[in-house]
């Protein structure tokens, strides 16, 4: 693998504005760049509050060669461990979601309690010390409803996150809400190429029927340069504040993440094939007025989401290999509502699961075209494609700030 110099020396010399070189989007040796310097290092969301309600409730996932588990405690406490027991390695918790009194490994039955302290190990001597012999513990945050944890030893400060989550998202209850309906694909497609296409609507209108009847693809709405001073913004903001709920735009450090709270299409309410909601509980008793459009988030490099008056959806990506995406959409409704009455899934998930599914298209052909000896950096449109830019600056800034000065003794997997 390339010394920490001659990446830095290259990343001094991309030219801004422009698409990255295609090996950054298949080489495996950048693809465990990315992983060392930013998914084993920043915050990642990896699910939600209400998927885990009660005490023994929990959840797993893989993070590049980790895996993990997250559990509620009988305190009440998410936590977040390594899954990987303190015998020989195997993975404590084999399904992807359950309930259990106690984590035990199916191996040789270490048994863990829900804050992963060990409490039986047989057979392993006079000398054995349970207490040195816990789950490792990952650290772990909820707000809003969203979990995240931090791989690394030491976690970057959470409270720039919390501090924006927390007033925008507080109103709209999601740590009380339920999934309604969960999805998961495989896109054959390096993740920041997933990235990409989700942060422009330049391609909407030629590839998104369904979404294009309720989300405006002026880029103002969907990309960096939302003002007050836009006449349509400007009044859903300040008739959205009004009624309590913060809506203006909020950028977060280092353009990693952003939230805001933007106006549908057409007067519509909700992602749906009619403009019209497609639950008719709304999502949060505590919001009392309609057309809040949608709170949008986005923080690199896991998550972005849609929260709306009758329903959220979020989105959770995770790499898988250099030219491999995972992407997890889940559906979030009101606790108390009910299917076949309140919602259909069919009404619910329709545009969505449309747009996914031709999102998944798009960049898989994208990944073949950057994958050709032939491919060379183009240009991205200033207009449609400033959140791209945006993208492409956050990531080559990262890899800038892990590689060199201060970070560059808390990297242990980098040559």
């Not at 000398?127 to 513990?137: G, I, Q, V, W």
């Not at 009380?176 to 609507?201: G, H, M, P, Q, Y």
């Not at 459009?293 to 959806?313: I, K, S």
Request: proline share 7%.
């Amino acid at each position: 693998m390339p010394t920490s110099t001659a990446i830095l020396g290259e990343l001094e010399t991309l030219r801004s504005g422009y698409t990255l070189p295609g090996r950054y989007y298949s080489d495996p040796e950048i693809f465990k760049l990315d992983l060392d310097t930013i998914w084993y290092r920043d915050w990642l969301f990896v699910g939600h509050d209400c998927e885990i309600p009660k005490a023994g409730n929990f959840f797993t996932l893989q993070i590049g060669a980790y895996p993990v588990v997250v559990v509620r405690g009988r305190d009440g406490v998410i936590r977040a461990f390594h899954n990987s027991c303190r015998h020989r390695g195997s993975k404590v918790c084999t399904t992807e979601s359950g309930s259990k009194i106690r984590l035990v490994c199916p191996y040789h039955q270490w048994t863990y309690e829900l804050d992963g302290k060990l409490v039986h190990a047989r057979d392993m001597g006079a000398d054995f010390d349970p207490a040195a012999h816990s789950l490792k513990s990952i650290h772990c945050e909820s707000v809003g409803g969203y979990i995240w944890i931090c791989l690394a030893d030491a976690a970057p400060d959470f409270a720039p996150l919390r501090d924006t989550m927390a007033p925008y998202f507080a109103p709209h209850n999601l740590a009380d809400a339920k999934i309604a309906f969960s999805s998961t694909i495989i896109e054959k497609a390096n993740w920041k190429l997933v990235w990409e296409n989700n942060r422009e609507c330049y391609h909407c209108s030629g590839s998104h029927p369904e979404l294009c009847r309720t989300f405006d693809d002026d880029p103002s709405v969907g990309g960096v340069g939302a003002t007050e001073d836009d006449p349509l913004i400007g009044e859903h903001w300040r008739r959205c504040e009004a009624a309590g709920l913060p809506s203006k735009f909020l950028p977060g450090p280092y353009g990693q993440f952003r939230t805001t709270r933007m106006p549908l299409a057409f007067d519509a309410v909700s992602y749906t094939m009619s403009g019209q909601p497609a639950v008719s509980r709304p999502l949060s008793d505590a919001v009392k007025t309609d057309r809040i459009g949608t709170l949008m988030l986005f923080h690199f490099p896991t998550t972005w989401n849609h929260v709306l008056g009758d329903h959220a959806v979020t989105f959770r990506m995770l790499p898988i290999s250099p030219t491999e995406t995972m992407l997890t959409t889940k559906w979030l409704v009101h606790k108390d509502a009910v299917e076949g009455k309140d919602y259909t899934l069919e009404e619910l998930t329709r545009v969505w699961m449309a747009t996914n599914d031709q999102d998944r298209r798009i960049v898989e052909d994208n990944q073949i075209g950057c994958s050709s000896p032939a491919f060379e950096p183009g240009p991205y449109s200033p207009i449609h494609e400033a959140g791209v830019i945006e993208f492409v600056d956050w990531y080559v800034g990262a890899l800038k700030r892990s590689l060199s000065g201060d970070s560059a003794s808390k990297i242990r997997r980098i040559a």
